[in-house]
C-alpha cells in the first residue's frame, strides 16, 4: 500500500490552521461521545450501529447541549459515520469540523467561512488563492450567492416544487445543480425549502424556506451550516416528520431524542455548521479523490 506522507503533512498543517483561527476567535474546543442511544432522526442519513446506541452521524446534538449549558461558543474537530456512503468524495468514516456560534445566525457563517478559508490559505503560503481543476479560486472576493430556487430554475430539469413532491430533491440537486456551482470564488448556496432543514429555523420574511445554506468550490459540497430552530415544540414536530418518513420509506426508526429537546429551550439563538475535513484537505492538497488524504482508506485495513 502506498501513503501519500506529503498529503498528510498538509493534512496536519490545515488542521492546525483551524484550531488557531478558532482559539483566537475565543472558542472552546470541546469532545463528546461518538457512540450515542439516540442519532439525529434523519430521513436520508442511515446511522451505524453500535452496541446498544449508533455511532453519530454528526455531534449536533451533544454540542447544542453544551450550548444550552452555558458554553458559549464552541468547535470540535471530529468523526462521524454514515452507513453506505462510499466514494471518490465519500467515506462512512469521515472527519467533521462542527463549530456554534451564540447569538448569530447563518449570514455570519458565510463570512466564518470566507475568513477560515483564507486563513488557511495563507498559513500554507498559498495568498489568497485555491488552484482547482486547473482554475484559480479567488478567496478574497466576494463569493457567489444562489437561493436553492434560484439554482434550481438555472440547473435543474423540474421545478423544486415538483422534486420535493416526488422525494427526488437530493437526486435533482446531486446530479444537476451541485456540479454546476462552480466559478472563479466559491458558491453559497442558501435559503433551503423548510422540509430540507430539519433543525434549521424558518425564515421570517418567507416561512418556505429555512436559514439554511451550504458551501459548494467548484462542485465539490464543503459545509452544510444554519441558524439553529430553538423552538422545542416545533423541533419535536420536525423530528416525528423524519421518523414517519423513514418509515414510509421502509428504513429503520428509533426514539426521538428526548433528552435533546428537553434541554433545547435553555440554547441561545445560535448559529451551526458542520464542514468536512476530509473534503477541504482534498482542495488544499488539489485531488479529486478522498483516499488521497486518508491515511488508511477502508479497504486497505
Known amino acids: 500500500m502506498k501513503i501519500n506522507l506529503e498529503n498528510l503533512r498538509r493534512r496536519a498543517a490545515i488542521t492546525s490552521s483551524v484550531r488557531r483561527f478558532f482559539m483566537e476567535k475565543g472558542y472552546l474546543e470541546v469532545e463528546t461521545p461518538l457512540c450515542v442511544p439516540e442519532p439525529i432522526p434523519e430521513a436520508h442519513i442511515d446511522p451505524l450501529e453500535a452496541g446498544n446506541g449508533y455511532l453519530q452521524a454528526s455531534p449536533e446534538l451533544c454540542m447544542k447541549r453544551l450550548l444550552a449549558a452555558g458554553s458559549g461558543p464552541i468547535f470540535q474537530i471530529t ?3 454514515r452507513k453506505g456512503e462510499r466514494g471518490a468524495k465519500h467515506i462512512p468514516e469521515m472527519t467533521l469540523l462542527e463549530w456554534y456560534t451564540p447569538h448569530a445566525d447563518y449570514e455570519s457563517l458565510m463570512e466564518d467561512c470566507r475568513g477560515l478559508l483564507l486563513r488557511i490559505a495563507r498559513d500554507l503560503g498559498l495568498g489568497e488563492t ?4 486547473g482554475k484559480t479560486i479567488h478567496l478574497d472576493r466576494p463569493w457567489k450567492r444562489l437561493t436553492v430556487n434560484e439554482a434550481y430554475a438555472l440547473y435543474g430539469s423540474l421545478p423544486m416544487e415538483k422534486a420535493l413532491v416526488e422525494d427526488r430533491f437530493d437526486e435533482v440537486m446531486g446530479l444537476e445543480v451541485e456540479p454546476r456551482l462552480s466559478g472563479d470564488t466559491p458558491v453559497l448556496l442558501c435559503d ?4 430540507m432543514a430539519a433543525l434549521a429555523k424558518r425564515k421570517e420574511s418567507d416561512p418556505s424556506v429555512a436559514e439554511r445554506f451550504e458551501l459548494y ?8 451550516g444554519f441558524t439553529e430552530l430553538t423552538d422545542a415544540v416545533e423541533q419535536r414536530q420536525r423530528f416525528e416528520e423524519e421518523v414517519a418518513l423513514r ?3 421502509g428504513k429503520s426508526t428509533w426514539p426521538i431524542p428526548e433528552k435533546f429537546l428537553a434541554d433545547l429551550p435553555q440554547m441561545p439563538p445560535t448559529a451551526g455548521i458542520a464542514l468536512g475535513m476530509d473534503r477541504l484537505v482534498m482542495l488544499f ?5 478522498i483516499d488521497d488524504v486518508l491515511a488508511f482508506p477502508p479497504e486497505s485495513l
Open 79 to 81: 468523526k462521524a459515520f
Open 130 to 133: 485555491l488552484e482547482v481543476k
Open 217 to 224: 468550490v467548484e462542485g465539490l459540497e464543503l459545509a452544510n
Open 285 to 289: 492538497c488539489g485531488t479529486e479523490t
Open 192 to 195: 433551503y425549502p423548510s422540509p
Open 247 to 249: 418509515a414510509r420509506l
